[in-house]
């Protein structure tokens, strides 16, 4: 729920003066990996770079602390780079698997703190995961799966799985909702959800008021059982 609520009100945190800010070290500058370096140096965020390709790196160099030419693969490289001070290691190679699984075995056993590697197979994720990985990601197949979701449900606007039985979804309010309060429409009764949010245009009203009186033009943050919502969506003509 954390990921979602932020990803829709990420102004509100560069508002916050308690945001703390992390290190990070993200080794392979492909697609995913300029992204995700691009996003955590725009958060505040403390961001090293390393690829064995210097034309990769030039672009990114405005929004990092550091940038590293080197093979990850060879322990020395590695360890000139002092993997246990990041808070977060990210692995963002996809193309190479068996280059993968030796760089998140080795950050692991120079003391990296967290690592997370990408993998695009699940017996990658197996294997990547028995030798240090904390956490594997799918960026490719997570984005097809919410674009799925997306466009195949009416009402859907976006959607995120938290897990394989709960789920956010951003979703237009049912037609007898119009005109009422959250209270009166007796959402989280009547359908075991839970609204967490309101987005109106670019302005969104984050955890609203029971009193909250739902528009046509609303969109509803929910959160609850996929079964649940699933159940909700069929509702909403």
């Given at each position: 729920i954390c990921y979602y609520l932020f990803y829709y009100t990420k102004s509100i945190y560069f508002r916050r003066k308690d945001f703390i800010m992390k290190s990070f070290l993200i080794i392979g500058m492909g697609r995913f990996g300029s992204h995700l370096c691009r996003n955590l140096a725009k958060l505040g965020n403390e961001v090293m770079i390393v690829d064995q390709n210097e034309e990769l790196l030039e672009p990114l160099l405005p929004y990092v602390t550091d940038a590293k030419i080197g093979d990850c693969t060879k322990e020395e490289v590695l360890k000139s780079l002092g993997v246990g001070n990041f808070d977060k290691c990210f692995v963002c190679i996809g193309t190479n698997f068996?280059?993968?699984?030796?760089?998140?075995?080795?950050?692991?056993?120079?003391?990296?703190?967290?690592?997370?590697?990408?993998?695009?197979?699940?017996?990658?994720?197996?294997?990547?995961?028995?030798?240090?990985?904390?956490?594997?990601?799918?960026?490719?197949?997570?984005?097809?799966?919410?674009?799925?979701?997306?466009?195949?449900?009416?009402?859907?606007?976006?959607?995120?799985?938290?897990?394989?039985?709960?789920?956010?979804?951003?979703?237009?309010?049912?037609?007898?909702?119009?005109?009422?309060?959250?209270?009166?429409?007796?959402?989280?009764?009547?359908?075991?959800?839970?609204?967490?949010?309101?987005?109106?245009?670019?302005?969104?009203?984050?955890?609203?008021?029971?009193?909250?009186?739902?528009?046509?033009?609303?969109?509803?943050?929910?959160?609850?059982?996929?079964?649940?919502?699933?159940?909700?969506?069929a509702s909403i003509k």
């Open positions: 068996q280059s993968s699984l030796e760089i998140t075995c080795l950050l692991k056993e120079l003391g990296a703190k967290y690592v997370i590697s990408k993998a695009t197979r699940d017996v990658h994720a197996k294997f990547l995961l028995r030798n240090g990985a904390d956490k594997i990601i799918y960026p490719d197949r997570d984005i097809a799966e919410r674009l799925a979701v997306k466009y195949s449900a009416n009402h859907v606007f976006d959607y995120f799985e938290l897990s394989k039985d709960y789920s956010i979804f951003e979703i237009q309010p049912k037609a007898a909702w119009i005109g009422r309060t959250i209270e009166e429409a007796d959402i989280r009764a009547k359908y075991h959800i839970n609204v967490f949010g309101i987005k109106k245009n670019t302005e969104l009203v984050v955890l609203p008021r029971a009193d909250y009186v739902m528009h046509e033009k609303d969109h509803l943050l929910v959160v609850g059982l996929t079964k649940d919502i699933d159940r909700l969506l």
